[in-house]
């Protein structure tokens, strides 16, 4: 039987997929502004059909390189999501790139929060 998931056991999962993408950006970050270089191409252009495919295949394998060693990080959900050999779809590409883009933010607010600048004079 499945277990009942609660608030905290879903917040614990938030907390180490946040923590596990964090350490994925870390260790990679040329890899991560790619990414975020890729995702701006998607939504400042208007993308052929032609043009899908390529694009969604490099987008998934750099996500899928950026996973690789956290399991647990959103990269490896949208790498499989975004890749057109897998379960990848052209009618929902721009759709995932949006949830990308707005939990990549998120992880953006999550990391600026748990670190205290001191402006020095």
């Known amino acids: 039987m499945d277990a009942i998931l609660t608030r905290e056991i879903l917040e614990d999962r938030w907390s180490r997929f946040l923590v ?3 350490a994925a950006i870390r260790n990679h ?8 270089r890729h995702l701006e191409s998607v939504f400042s252009r208007s993308i052929d059909v032609s043009e899908y495919y390529p694009l969604a295949r490099k987008l998934s394998e750099m996500l899928r390189e950026l996973g690789r060693h956290h399991e647990e990080s959103i990269f ?3 790498g499989t999501h975004l890749d057109p050999q897998q379960s990848g779809d052209p009618r929902y590409f721009r759709a995932i790139c949006l949830d990308l883009i707005q939990q990549i933010q998120q992880i ?3 990391r600026m929060q748990g670190r205290s600048l001191r402006r020095i004079k």
Do not use: H
């Open 20 to 22: 596990c993408s964090e």
């Open 29 to 36: 970050p040329e890899l991560f502004r790619d990414i975020k």
């Open 76 to 78: 490896s959900y949208f």
């Open 108 to 110: 953006e607010r999550w």
